[in-house]
């Protein structure tokens, strides 16, 4: 229990450390509180709650201010995001091309709609109005890479090779405990 202990507040000591560099960099203050929102994403990822609590005590700018910025932009998330952060282009010339067809599959065949993260922390889908490449349409990004002319077929491929590694661990380990001695006897179990 002590560990964890030491663990937790090593952790908070080292955002604290973090977040007062940050803030230390922008004196001026309300003028440059998007920088420091974006200063908190580059290290965190995300913004988490205590990330703003202590920014909002370090600046002494109050924390609602920070969250309503933090919710105006979407460039900023109170979550962190998954693995694999897919984005959707919905922009009108992806529209035209079928882009909601292609949210559709990575909805259904990742259980979650546009804006969420599989429970598992693997994936986070997200829509966009425009990545910039509308020739290119429907186009969707993978952690910042791009794949470009997705029907509901190739959604559904990219989501394969995208996902594949770990469906691929998961049956080879599952092959392995079939094969192990007294496997037999425990799905007998089982089933029984």
């Known amino acids: ?20 560099a940050i803030v230390d960099r922008y004196k001026s203050g309300r003028s440059t509180l998007v920088g420091v929102l974006q200063d908190v994403t580059q290290a ?6 205590e990330a703003l609590r202590e920014i909002s005590r370090a600046s002494e700018v109050p924390v609602s ?11 900023f998330r109170l979550e ?25 599959v990575f909805e259904r065949e990742l259980s979650i709609k546009a804006g969420q993260t599989t429970p598992d922390g ?27 002319k997705l029907d509901q077929k190739a959604a559904q491929k990219l989501l394969k090779k995208l996902d594949g590694g770990q469906k691929a ?15 037999d006897a425990l799905g ?4 029984a």
């Open 44 to 49: 965190f990822g995300y913004l988490p709650e």
């Open 169 to 183: 661990e998961a049956q080879e380990a599952e092959a392995q405990g079939a094969e192990s001695p007294g496997a």
């Open 80 to 104: 962190p995001i998954g693995k694999k952060h897919v984005c959707v282009c919905v922009g009108t010339a992806c529209h035209v091309r079928g882009a909601a067809q292609v949210v559709d």
């Open 122 to 148: 693997n994936f986070t889908l997200e829509t966009v109005n425009c990545l910039g490449a509308c020739a290119l349409g429907p186009l969707v990004t993978v952690n910042g890479e791009y794949h470009s």
């Open 188 to 191: 007998a179990d089982a089933q």
């Open 65 to 75: 201010l920070f969250y309503s910025l933090a919710t105006f932009y979407k460039s």
């Open 1 to 20: 229990m002590r560990s964890e202990q030491a663990v937790e507040g090593h952790h908070l000591l080292a955002m604290e450390e973090k977040l007062q």
